[in-house]
């Protein structure tokens, strides 16, 4: 009899082999951007999912911590990562905010009480055409 695939928090399914703890933080870092590069246009993934899904557990916080950290001119899309249940955590007035938002509907995504709709819009590389 097969296994059950091995489940996460809650049913979340794991996306990536951990990293070692001893990673280096460059390592951490450089696992985080090849992930986030990946997220397409019109998609959008949370801080937990993002850092499942690059092998670092739960570092949610961690996650949001480096973004925050991105420098002005990159081209990673940060703007595709929101908090828990498609909520946008950048406050709305704000710079980063305001840019975070006209990214997103700029890609089509409709934003209502500062969510963004996780079913519709989420994005799950482990299903095929995504």
Do not use: C, F
């Not at 450089?30 to 959008?44: D, E, H, M, T």
């Not at 999912?49 to 911590?65: K, M, Q, S, T």
């Amino acid at each position: 009899m097969a296994k059950p695939p091995k489940k996460g928090r809650g049913d979340e399914p794991e996306h990536a082999p951990a990293l070692a703890p001893t990673a280096s933080p460059e390592g951490r870092r450089a696992a985080l951007y090849l992930v986030l590069a990946q997220i397409p246009a019109g998609k959008v993934t949370s801080y937990g999912e993002l850092a499942a899904l690059a092998g670092l557990g739960r570092a949610a916080r961690w996650v949001g911590r480096t973004l925050s950290q991105l420098p002005e001119d990159t081209r990673l899309p940060w703007h595709r990562v929101l908090g828990a249940g498609g909520r946008l955590s950048l406050a709305a007035g704000t710079a980063s905010g305001e840019e975070q938002r006209a990214r997103l509907r700029a890609e089509g995504l409709t934003i209502r009480n500062d969510r963004v709709d996780m079913r519709r819009h989420g994005w799950h590389p482990m299903e095929p055409n995504n």
